[in-house]
Structures are given as structure tokens and as C-alpha cells.
């Protein structure tokens, strides 16, 4: 019986060398193309210099346009909000309305320290007071703990006619009393007298100057404050709370002398309609910062407060208004014309 022999299988050595081929020819595509040696002296200095004088070129174009010079920094756009907030503040500060408030919490907050330290002041002549009310009484006994009250009632007596004075000197309609202002006076006297006694010459055992000063020091403070307090309150009580009023602009110094070609120059005879044109223009061209109509105004409130005649001259009211003598002349001869 015959033997039947497989075929042969593939050979492994074929399969390793086909592998083999495969990655020789991928890895052949993969690889870079050589480079070829520079043509005609382009060199890599040749192609670095030709890059910079293109950056060259196009950099000098950019810089030639300003757009982004005109452009407002952060710095620039955050001072410009600062100063555009401080003109509205100073534009609010001449409002009347805003200026009548900053008024009324100025004088609150003067009002308010005064009191405080009129306050203060009557508390410190409390001490000098009990000492001068005990007569050398036994600590804690009733005299000398009555003594401390002395002062106290003198002192709330005295602010109510003071607080009173300056509520009503707030609302515009100050208190003129003089049986208060003696009331004012009697209490701050009985309060120096008091604090002072028994440190004056002749009285204390020891005369010391600094003493005497220090004692009458809460006295001569109230009455200070009582003095200086209406006056203050009076003056915001008639303060002017209308916007300041700007002075006009000096005129332009002109020089009136004539020129020698000036005197030989010839003027043109006037037309028929030239006086109402020169009118029109005064009233048009503000003299001296000025209107016409400003001027006829001005000399209408002279005349009604007697400053001036009923019918003056040209050269009184050139005077009086500071204007022109062709002005002040057009002003007469309208007074003058029925």
C-alpha cells in the first residue's frame, strides 16, 4: 500500500524576508526627500535677511497709522471719569438747593459742638461749685451731697434758655430778649463767682494764678459760647443761598489813537437805512460783554433808584454804565424822544 506524503507548507523564512521587504519600502516613503544643494547662492543668511527686511517693511506700515495712539488708555479713560465726576460735583455745588443743605448741616454740626461743649464746660465748674456750696461739710454728709446738685440746675437752666435762643436762631427768627440775655448772664455770673471765690487774692490761704485760671476756665468757656452763638446762627439765617455771581470780563484794552493813514482816510458817506443797521448791530455785537438791551435795563433800574436823572447826558450815563459813548448817545436820545 503507498504511503501518501503531505505537501509542503509555506516556508517561514520566506514569510520573515516578505515582511522584511515591506518595512523597508514604508519606511523608504516615509523618509524625508534629500535636500538639494542651494541654486544660484540661496543661501540660509539670504533667506534670514530676506525675512527681515520683509518684517522690515511690513512694520513701517503699521507704524505709519496712528489709530492706536488715539486710543484712551485705562489710565487715560480713569482720569477722565475722575475729572468728569469732579465737574458734575462742582456744577452740583453752585446749585441753591445743594448749597442750602451744605448750609443747614453746617450749622447743625456747629450747633451740635457748641452745645457739646457748652455742655462740658458747665460740667467742669461743677467740682469748684460743690466745694464753694459744702462750706467744708463732712464727706457723704446731706450738705455735701446736696452740693453736687448746685451746679447741675444752674447749668440745665442755662441751656434751656441757650437752646431755645438757637432752635429759633436756626428757623431764622432769633430770640432779642433782653430779659434772657440777663438771665444768661446772672447764671454764668453765679457760676464764675462760684468757681473763682475761693482762689481770688485776699481769699485763698495760698494765691496760685494757675488756679484761679483753671477753675474759671468751664465758666469763661459757657459764656463765650453763649455770646458767639446767636451771632453765627443770625449770620446762616440771612445767608444768600443763590448761585455766586460770576464778574463780567474785563474789555480788551483798545487803542484809540488814531494813525496818521487812519486821519487822511476818507469815510463813505452814510446810507439812508445806515442808522437802523447800526442798531441791529449794537444790538447783536455785545459792547463791553454786553447787550443793548442790557444797558437799556441797567439805566432803567438807576433812574428808578435816583442814582440818576429822569433824562441824563450821554456822559453821565457812559459813567454810570461803563459802555460806549455811541451806546450811552442812542441811550439818551431814546430817553429824551417822546
Not at 162 to 185: D, K
Not at 197 to 210: C, E, I, K, N, Y
Not at 249 to 278: I, Y
Request: proline share 9%; with cysteine.
Amino acid at each position: 500500500m503507498k504511503q501518501l506524503t503531505p505537501p509542503p507548507g509555506p516556508d517561514p523564512d520566506d514569510d520573515f524576508s516578505s515582511l522584511a521587504d515591506e518595512a523597508e519600502a514604508y519606511l523608504a516613503s516615509q523618509a524625508p526627500a534629500p535636500q538639494q544643494a542651494p541654486v544660484d547662492g540661496e543661501t540660509r543668511r539670504v533667506r534670514k535677511l530676506r525675512a527681515e527686511v520683509a518684517e522690515a517693511h511690513l512694520l513701517a506700515d503699521l507704524q505709519g497709522d496712528d489709530r492706536p495712539l488715539m486710543l484712551d488708555s485705562v489710565k487715560v479713560r480713569r482720569r477722565r471719569r475722575a475729572a468728569y465726576e469732579a465737574a458734575r460735583l462742582h456744577e452740583l455745588a453752585q446749585d441753591p438747593m445743594m448749597r442750602a443743605w451744605q448750609a443747614s448741616q453746617m450749622r447743625k454740626l456747629l450747633v451740635t459742638a457748641a452745645m457739646v461743649s457748652l455742655t462740658l464746660a458747665l460740667g467742669w465748674s461743677t467740682a469748684g461749685v460743690q466745694v464753694f456750696a459744702s462750706e467744708g461739710a463732712q464727706a457723704w454728709s446731706p450738705a455735701w451731697i446736696f452740693a453736687w446738685f448746685v451746679e447741675p440746675f444752674l447749668s440745665m437752666a442755662l441751656l434751656v434758655v441757650v437752646g431755645a435762643r438757637a432752635y429759633m436762631g436756626t428757623r431764622g427768627q432769633p430770640i432779642e430778649s433782653r430779659t434772657l440775655t440777663r438771665i444768661e448772664w446772672l447764671f454764668l455770673g453765679l457760676t464764675l463767682g462760684m468757681n473763682a471765690w475761693r482762689h481770688l487774692p485776699g481769699v485763698a490761704a495760698d494765691f496760685s494764678l494757675s488756679a484761679l485760671v483753671l477753675h474759671i476756665l468751664g465758666p469763661v468757656v459757657a459764656v463765650a459760647i453763649v455770646t458767639a452763638l446767636p451771632i453765627i446762627l443770625a449770620a446762616f439765617a440771612t445767608l444768600d443761598h443763590s448761585a455766586p455771581k460770576t464778574a463780567p470780563a474785563p474789555s480788551p484794552v483798545v487803542d484809540r489813537t488814531p494813525s496818521p493813514k487812519a486821519s487822511r482816510r476818507v469815510s463813505p458817506a452814510p446810507s439812508p437805512t445806515a442808522p437802523d443797521q447800526q442798531s441791529e448791530r449794537e444790538a447783536a455785537t455785545p459792547p463791553r460783554g454786553r447787550t443793548l438791551g442790557d444797558h437799556r435795563t441797567e439805566l432803567t433800574l438807576l433812574i428808578a433808584n435816583g442814582r440818576l436823572p429822569e433824562k441824563p447826558s450821554a456822559e453821565a450815563i457812559r459813567k454810570a454804565l461803563n459802555c460806549a459813548r455811541e451806546t450811552a448817545a442812542q441811550l439818551r436820545d431814546e430817553l429824551r424822544t417822546p
